[in-house]
């Protein structure tokens, strides 16, 4: 892996080391002006949750104290990504929904979930009441539409081991979203290489847009990051060997691990240099051993 830390105003040169993998350490903001247009095949990403975790580092995304400062945020950054995107790519947007904080200004540091600490809490939205479910993830998927993607599906992850809720009087909220958003009409989009089994088991059918997934400890990062087997399909279907993944707010690197895993190529943009940190680990000990024949098998 490399990692690079571009100066404004300079074009970066991705690829020029041959590596596998290149971080570009930075705000993504800034970072993202100095890719190419039309580079990327296909991006991936989970973004900061609006309020939801402290990163501690300053200009990161999440800590608006506005809901709609954080969506115009999130939209203009997508919109860089659309720019880079090819024009048959695609956008594979994770994001969940949260619950408005009920007017507590911080959260205490949880023994199992360090992460959860929270020194700031954003206020209740105008117009949103204490307990409101808040649609952050639609808020941003229709804004990102109006904004000029086209939005595909609307993913549903269900985490069979989602975290249990202390909550007396709704649901526990186990799932999340991953939108499928498209630069164009027409696009690369592999439906073979994800197809599943039908029910009696003797056939292949389009896969559903109920993902079932459980959620995956990295026991290095204090922060959520997603399950590898979430980000697979999105890469199966969204591109072939060789081609370049994008992750935007890369963490600790699970993109890039899957990335390697399936013979492509990756950048990611992380502002925090321990992240990147972790992300080396994690990447570096993963062996690119499948050929693209056993990668298309469903399981
Ligand atoms: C939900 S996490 C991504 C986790 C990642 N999917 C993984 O599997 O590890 C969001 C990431 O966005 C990063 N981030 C927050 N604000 C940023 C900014 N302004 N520019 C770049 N990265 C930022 C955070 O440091 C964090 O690593």
Redesign the pocket.
């Known amino acids: 892996m490399k990692t690079v830390t571009p100066l404004s105003n300079e074009q970066v040169d991705i690829f020029s080391s041959q590596e596998p993998i290149v971080v570009l350490h ?4 800034e970072v993202i002006r100095l890719l190419p247009d039309n580079y990327f095949q296909c991006a991936v ?5 609006w309020g939801v ?1 402290d ?1 501690g ?1 300053d ?4 800590a608006e104290p506005d809901l709609d400062k954080y969506i115009d945020t999130l939209v203009d950054v997508f919109r860089e990504v659309r720019r880079v995107l090819k024009p048959n790519g695609t956008f594979w947007l994770n994001i969940g929904n949260t619950y408005t904080s009920g007017g507590r200004k911080w959260r205490q540091e949880d023994e199992k979930n360090k992460g959860r600490a929270m020194s700031y809490r954003p206020p209740t939205p105008p117009g949103l009441k204490k307990k409101d479910l808040i649609g952050v993830a639609w808020l941003l998927a229709l804004k990102c539409q109006l904004d000029g993607w086209y939005l595909r599906n609307d993913i549903i992850w269900y985490k069979p081991n989602c975290q249990p809720e202390s909550v007396k009087d709704r649901f526990t909220v186990a799932h999340e979203y991953v939108f499928l958003l498209t630069k164009s009409e027409r696009y690369y989009f592999d439906q073979e290489a994800i197809k599943e089994r039908t029910t009696n088991g003797n056939g292949l059918k389009n896969k559903r847009s109920m993902w079932s997934i459980n959620t995956e400890p ?1 026991p290095e ?1 204090h ?4 399950p590898r087997e979430l980000v697979r399909p999105c890469i199966l279907a969204g591109s072939r060997p060789n081609d370049v993944i994008l ?9 890039g691990i899957v990335s390697k895993e399936l013979s492509r190529r990756c950048v990611g ?4 240099k321990e ?1 990147i940190e972790i992300a080396d680990k994690r990447t570096s000990n993963v062996q690119i051993a499948l050929t693209p024949e056993v990668l298309k098998t469903p399981k």
Do not use: H, M, W
């Open positions: 930075g705000d993504i903001r990403t989970s973004p900061p949750y975790r990163y580092i200009g990161q995304i999440g990295c990062a922060f959520a990051v997603f992750d935007p707010f890369y963490g600790s690197g699970t993109v943009i992380e502002l925090k992240y």
